[in-house]
């Protein structure tokens, strides 16, 4: 009922699935592992819908639940739980680092910051007075307006620290478009970062994201340059680039509603490119 509530995206699918091989694995007194549950929920999903696998949620929601599994301990005593809650989100802002620069070209230094304070307020306060809100709605009407109002506030106060923190440094780390070769390098480091305690070296790791995070991006040769033409609607936004300038002729149209052809079109294509001024 929550997950078609939750309008049955693919990490609720993904989990609505890992919990039924769960509970069909304990009713039929089997033993089931995590591991196992996960390739499971994989499998039954990738049969219902083949082309999940070319969304970038495919990958972050069961590449993340895979590395939470193997990086993170079963935390005993209160202490031991909001350190877990901790290292989850270093685990997760780390190790999905190579992932979400290849699908979306950047990233956030304070994701593991703003998860810390948006996931208990969300899965604590929000989703609990809203769903009891939802409940109360059939029997009394002002009662489900009240517990809404009260799910309300902390949602207004988290969106007003989240606009803070946005502007802050860090917030938006663009980064130029990532190879394969670069991303697997990541994934291994990711890997090798997180493994179990008593694994030597566990450091070094570190050292496979820096092909991905400084990348050597190629520049024209002296006399050369090289052009990019961007389609901006009613005309070619044109990147000229040469061994040490870069210049833009035509940053696209700004429409009277707020769109902007330039934020859309033009500087996406020079995040991509390592282009970070212009001359």
């Known amino acids: 009922a929550y997950g078609a509530l939750a309008g049955f995206g693919l990490p609720t699918q993904r989990t609505l699935l890992m919990i039924a091989v769960v509970a069909l694995a304990r009713c039929r007194r089997r033993a089931t592992r995590g591991p196992q549950s996960l390739a499971l929920a994989m499998l039954v999903l990738l049969a219902w819908d083949p082309l999940s696998v070319l969304s970038a949620g495919f990958w972050l929601s069961f590449a993340g639940v895979a590395l939470l599994m193997m990086g993170l301990s079963r935390p005993r005593g209160p202490l031991s739980y909001l350190r877990t809650l901790g290292s989850m989100q270093l685990?997760?802002?780390?190790?999905?680092?190579?992932?979400?620069?290849?699908?979306?070209?950047?990233?956030?230094?304070?994701?593991?910051?703003?998860?810390?304070?948006?996931?208990?307020?969300?899965?604590?306060?929000?989703?609990?007075?809203?769903?009891?809100?939802?409940?109360?709605?059939?029997?009394?009407?002002?009662?489900?307006?009240?517990?809404?109002?009260?799910?309300?506030?902390?949602?207004?106060?988290?969106?007003?620290?989240?606009?803070?923190?946005?502007?802050?440094?860090?917030?938006?780390?663009?980064?130029?478009?990532?190879?394969?070769?670069?991303?697997?390098?990541?994934?291994?480091?990711?890997?090798?970062?997180?493994?179990?305690?008593?694994?030597?070296?566990?450091?070094?790791?570190?050292?496979?994201?820096?092909?991905?995070?400084?990348?050597?991006?190629?520049?024209?040769?002296?006399?050369?340059?090289?052009?990019?033409?961007?389609?901006?609607?009613?005309?070619?936004?044109?990147?000229?680039?040469?061994?040490?300038?870069?210049?833009?002729?035509?940053?696209g149209a700004r429409y009277p509603s707020g769109f902007d052809l330039g934020k859309a079109a033009v500087l996406p294509a020079m995040r991509a490119l390592g282009v970070s001024h212009l001359d």
């Open 91 to 251: 685990l997760m802002t780390v190790a999905l680092l190579p992932l979400t620069i290849w699908f979306f070209g950047q990233a956030s230094l304070l994701g593991a910051l703003s998860n810390l304070v948006a996931v208990p307020v969300v899965s604590l306060l929000v989703v609990p007075l809203g769903l009891l809100g939802t409940a109360m709605w059939a029997v009394s009407p002002t009662i489900a307006g009240w517990l809404w109002q009260t799910a309300a506030w902390p949602v207004h106060g988290l969106w007003w620290l989240l606009q803070h923190m946005a502007k802050w440094p860090g917030a938006h780390w663009y980064l130029p478009t990532a190879s394969p070769w670069t991303v697997a390098l990541a994934m291994l480091g990711a890997l090798w970062v997180f493994l179990p305690r008593g694994v030597p070296a566990r450091g070094l790791g570190l050292l496979l994201f820096l092909p991905l995070l400084a990348p050597r991006l190629p520049s024209p040769q002296e006399g050369a340059f090289r052009v990019l033409m961007v389609d901006v609607g009613q005309g070619l936004s044109v990147l000229v680039r040469t061994r040490r300038h870069v210049l833009l002729f035509d940053a």
